[in-house]
């Protein structure tokens, strides 16, 4: 039986999460913590795997993408397949170009890449705040690669003055490459980048620094997440796309007692197609599949008796903008999970993937909506075609219904989140689908 996750313990949980994962390489980091907490193994992909029936285990590729799963409690339990959750662990952002200092009128600016489809009026005069990954050679020689987090306000794109863009609130179009260089100060001469990182790398107790390399590094608004409305009806943040379906996820199977073969799946790179090592078109998963597997299942056998419930939130119904939606799928926050589905395959529900994710739902008493693209209108995608493609296993994408997607500030029901969760800890311990 699913349990129902009491609401504020869950959601403070949630918040926190947030706020400590605000690139990929630090949500993973949460994860395997947690993992960790709860008595998951570690494996390492460059190694021999020993797995144990019950035993729970996870593997990390990239430092960005993630696979936790618990192992069937017998031999047998490989014919009724893998109950699957996967979501993605990036988000639309600013990331810092490799050379990427600039000095203009006396103002030290980093050049920065777009990723992804960023909405980006709203990442205007927003206190900024730097993170990611940076990798190190050591006095020794050996290479080595440290998470960052400056953790604070270093930078912000100010808005040009009204008085001076008279149709800023009419006619405004964004150049990426001029108008989005961050303001890190006041300088009279250019700034070495790298030199910086060392500086904050040794101030947080990083000993025996040779010299910064490379790294991949992000901006991301220090708002700290929240609860809001009059009644705390909503979480706002940064990331919920798709951070919340990770955390979700992973609440799901921590709670899970042992039985079918459970596996979450978090994939880096949805935002830019999925197509790298450790994208969800990328290898992972099938690699995964043939070192699980033993030898004597019939591989075939196993995906066809499997679900993948790809989780990654849904447009809900903005007040303001109702007629961007079909009149009869406006998901509401606070009304339920979405099932989504789109008949050109952009997602892969088919009738009787959503017959069973209703069924799961129904179980543990929570609503479902549904939502369907205006015909008019085109529609986003997910891993979850790309998985179904790739493997063949029945797949339904679903999601938590949110506001103002691939902004630097997002905003879902308080109430969907654990809702969610609840259904997914329902499927985890299924032992017929």
């Known amino acids: 039986m699913s349990n129902n996750f009491n609401k504020a313990v869950f959601n403070q949980a949630l918040l926190g999460f947030l706020d400590a994962s605000p690139t990929p390489f630090h949500a993973v980091q949460q994860m395997t913590d947690l993992l960790d907490l709860s008595g998951f193994q570690a494996l390492d992909e460059r190694t021999v795997w020993q797995l144990a ?62 990723y992804g489809g960023v909405l980006l009026n709203p990442w205007f005069d927003r206190d900024l705040s730097l993170a990611g990954r ?21 930078a912000i794109i100010p808005s040009l003055a009204i008085h001076l863009d008279r149709e800023a609130n009419s006619a405004r179009s964004i150049n990426a490459q001029t108008f989005l260089p961050p303001i890190l100060g006041q300088l009279t001469s250019k700034a070495d980048f790298r030199a910086l990182l060392k500086q904050h790398l040794t101030d947080q107790g990083v000993d025996n620094l040779d010299a910064v390399l490379d790294y991949e590094l992000a901006f991301y608004d220090c708002n700290k997440a929240a609860l809001v409305g009059l009644d705390q009806e909503f979480i706002c ?51 995964w599949l ?27 119904v903005h007040p303001n903008f109702a007629d961007r939606h ?31 994710f209703r069924h799961l739902a129904e179980q543990v008493g929570v609503p479902v909506q549904s939502f369907v ?22 797949t339904v994408d679903v999601g938590v219904p949110q506001f103002a997607m691939h902004s630097i500030r997002e905003t879902a029901g308080s109430d969907d989140a654990r809702n969610l969760a609840r259904i997914l800890q329902g499927f985890y311990q299924t032992e017929t689908l």
């Open 290 to 316: 043939e070192r699980v597997l033993p030898a004597e299942v019939n591989r075939y056998e196993v995906l066809a008796n499997s679900l993948f419930i790809s989780a990654d939130n849904a447009h809900g």
């Open 134 to 154: 940076v990798t190190v050679r050591d006095t020794q020689g050996q290479l080595v690669s440290h998470l960052i987090n400056f953790d604070k306000p270093v």
């Open 373 to 394: 693209v205006r015909s008019d209108q085109g529609c986003g995608s997910t891993i979850g075609p790309i998985v179904a493609t790739e493997t063949g296993i029945p």
């Open 53 to 114: 029936p019950g035993a729970g285990y996870y593997t990390v590729r990239n430092g960005s993408s993630i696979i936790a799963w618990r192992q069937p409690t017998d031999y047998k339990g490989f014919s009724k397949g893998f109950r699957f959750t996967g979501a993605h662990t990036d988000s639309p952002c600013l990331k810092v170009k490799p050379q990427p200092e600039m000095l203009r009128q006396g103002y030290f600016q980093l050049g920065v890449e777009v």
């Open 237 to 287: 943040s940064a990331r919920l796309d798709n951070l919340l379906s990770c955390f979700i996820g992973l609440q799901a199977l921590l709670a899970s007692a042992a039985g079918p073969g459970q596996v979450l799946i978090c994939n880096d790179h949805e935002e830019v197609g999925s197509a790298s090592a450790c994208g969800a078109q990328g290898p992972l998963l099938s690699q």
């Open 326 to 356: 079909d009149d009869n799928h406006g998901p509401q926050l606070n009304k339920g999970p979405v099932i989504k589905i789109n008949a050109n395959q952009r997602y892969a529900s088919n009738s009787e993937t959503s017959a069973l």
